[in-house]
């Protein structure tokens, strides 16, 4: 198939048998990531567990990959390979309603918090840099260092460099090599790092738990799938609720500081140490954009979609409910009925948000979500507050994770080409980025505990 081809198939709206198609599989490859269950292996003084979560993402993109050897009736081609993105971002919501009402079951855990989840912030806005941008000079990375270590390269940091830089700018290259890195491997690596680290037992899950909210919230998921595994049973709400506490802070907070705080600094920190660190790589004085073929890269290639319509954001929440209602009963024997519940009124607050969203299309979804959420779920504050909190008690954090990273899998298919015309380099730095941003807020919340 030509590029063009490529293109134009990726383009195309996924028919009515593809979208059920994409249901079916997806649902499939969640039952069987439960069915295997977590797995794990020690590596030096720590372990590496690995959950239900990464090998759903992990069968989803194989699949996605080898669509072409798939046989025709189980096969997720490109056009629902790029469908799966954008479920994604709306079978999030439902995760996000989860995050919101354990926040306010947990309050009194989350407000003891306090400086903490304020000051772990300066570790998540300066530690991508920190650690990224030394070893981006090392390796002979230009500019485009600081657009790839300035932060974690959400959809918010590309709108940051869009405005200053432009896209086509070394610094434009540099975050969207980040996003794209973070987008195909960011799940998986955070997921065994967090992991590791928790293992070591040498900071408070806490900690850990304020680190993991890195706001991206596939990334959080993973982060705090692993660190929960391996953390008592008894602390999961309280470590979910800080983890949600952090990333809705992460998400919303974040963008200031990384427009006021962290791009400034990295962009002089570059000036500083370039000359003196960019000597010792032989990379150093060769092409100014020392990104190998990641120059090619553009914003077109990040493929940001269209707004879902209400059938695909239906679809969505079809796929991370049915998934959930299969995590919760073979991992976690909750019967389906029960758990069923629980998802109708998870549904039902993201459905009432998404109502007022279609009438003001302005209106922050994610923020405006996160704070209903929280609010409805603060015991006794409405009369039906201990109540909905008994129902979506049943539905175990974890068992949302699958199905939400198991359309990350099928989305980072899609973007394996785009990814492989990144330099090595880049990618590298990217995933030390990622680590920085995690340990830095993780260091500076273990100060408070």
């Known amino acids: 198939m030509t590029s063009a081809a490529s293109t134009l198939a990726a383009a195309a709206p996924s028919s009515a048998a593809g979208k059920f198609k994409l249901l079916v599989v997806t649902l499939v490859l969640v039952a069987v990531a439960e069915l295997i269950g977590p797995t794990q292996f020690s590596v030096g003084p720590g372990k590496v567990v690995l959950l239900p979560m990464l090998w759903a993402l992990l069968m989803a993109a194989a699949w996605g990959i080898a669509h072409r050897r798939v046989p025709g009736v189980a096969r997720v081609a490109t056009a629902q390979q790029s469908l799966a993105g954008g479920l994604l971002n709306a079978g999030l919501l439902l995760f996000v309603v989860k995050l919101g009402l354990t926040v306010g079951a947990a309050l009194p855990q989350v407000k003891q918090a306090g400086w903490a989840l304020l000051f772990q912030e300066f570790g998540h806005a300066l530690g991508t840099l920190a650690l990224g941008l030394p070893l981006a000079l090392l390796l002979g990375i230009k500019r485009e260092a600081v657009g790839a270590t300035f932060s974690v390269g959400r959809e918010g940091n590309l709108v940051i460099i869009g405005e200053k830089y432009g ?202 979500l996160s704070v209903v959420a929280t609010v409805v779920g603060i015991p006794g504050l409405f009369p039906f507050s201990d109540a909905l909190i008994a129902l979506t008690a049943k539905l175990n954090f974890l068992a949302f994770t699958t199905p939400v990273l198991a359309l990350a899998g099928f989305s980072v298919a899609k973007d394996l080409p785009v990814f492989r015309r990144l330099g090595w380099r880049i990618v590298v730095v990217s995933l030390t980025a990622t680590a920085g941003t995690f340990l830095g807020a993780t260091v500076i919340a273990e100060f408070f505990h």
Request: a neutral charge; hydrophobic letters at 55%.
């Open 167 to 368: 896209m086509a700018s070394p610094e434009g290259r540099g975050v969207l090599a980040e996003y794209i890195t973070g987008t195909v491997l960011g799940a998986l690596f955070i997921a065994v790092l967090a992991g590791f680290i928790a293992s070591l037992h040498i900071f408070d899950p806490r900690s850990l738990a304020m680190g993991a909210g890195v706001g991206s919230g596939s990334l959080m998921a993973a982060a705090l799938g692993a660190i929960a595994a391996q953390s008592p049973a008894e602390m999961l709400p309280q470590l979910t609720a800080i983890a949600a506490a952090s990333n809705l802070l992460t998400t919303v907070a974040g963008f200031y500081f990384t427009l006021f705080l962290s791009l400034p600094l990295c962009s002089w920190l570059y000036g500083k140490l370039e000359p003196v660190l960019g000597r010792f790589s032989k990379h150093g004085a060769q092409q100014g954009a020392a990104v190998d073929a990641g120059a090619n890269v553009s914003s077109a290639d990040v493929g940001h979609a269209a707004p879902l319509s209400l059938r695909d954001t239906l679809l969505a929440w079809l796929v991370v409910g049915g998934g959930v209602l299969i995590g919760n009963a073979v991992t976690y024997k909750v019967p389906v009925l029960v758990s069923l519940e629980g998802m109708l009124a998870v549904v039902a607050i993201a459905g009432a948000v998404e109502a007022i969203k279609r009438f003001v299309p302005r209106l922050p979804m994610v923020l405006v």
